[in-house]
């Protein structure tokens, strides 16, 4: 395990390499043109599986971050009352007439 190399897991093809080679180490046993064969369709559909999750988890960023924004915008539009101040000054007609 320590002589093994590091894989870069943000790159396909690098993923794909250090897969292949498991797949080839596991597979070993088994008729080679049944192995390959087995291992070209495991390819394929972890090249789907890893497709969606990544759809998936793009599609979960995108409802969260609006969520976010939604709630920020919410929170940042919140009214703050202040009480009314009462302008002192002359007293306008209609306040002299109720006096």
């Given at each position: 395990m320590a002589n093994e190399l590091k894989i870069d897991f943000g790159n396909p093809e690098s993923c794909s390499a250090y897969l292949e080679s498991k797949f080839d180490d596991l597979l070993s046993?088994?008729?080679?043109?049944?192995?390959r064969e087995l291992m070209n369709e495991l390819f394929h559909r972890l090249e789907q599986t890893v497709a969606q999750f990544h759809k998936d988890v793009k599609t979960l960023i995108a409802?969260?971050?609006?969520?976010e924004s939604r709630s920020s915008l919410r929170s940042g539009i919140s009214v703050v009352s202040k009480p009314i101040e009462k302008v002192v000054g002359e007293p306008t007609e209609i306040e002299k007439t109720i006096d």
């Amino acid at each position: 395990m320590a002589n093994e190399l590091k894989i870069d897991f943000g790159n396909p093809e690098s993923c794909s390499a250090y897969l292949e080679s498991k797949f080839d180490d596991l597979l070993s046993g088994i008729n080679n043109l049944y192995g390959r064969e087995l291992m070209n369709e495991l390819f394929h559909r972890l090249e789907q599986t890893v497709a969606q999750f990544h759809k998936d988890v793009k599609t979960l960023i995108a409802e969260i971050q609006s969520e976010e924004s939604r709630s920020s915008l919410r929170s940042g539009i919140s009214v703050v009352s202040k009480p009314i101040e009462k302008v002192v000054g002359e007293p306008t007609e209609i306040e002299k007439t109720i006096d």
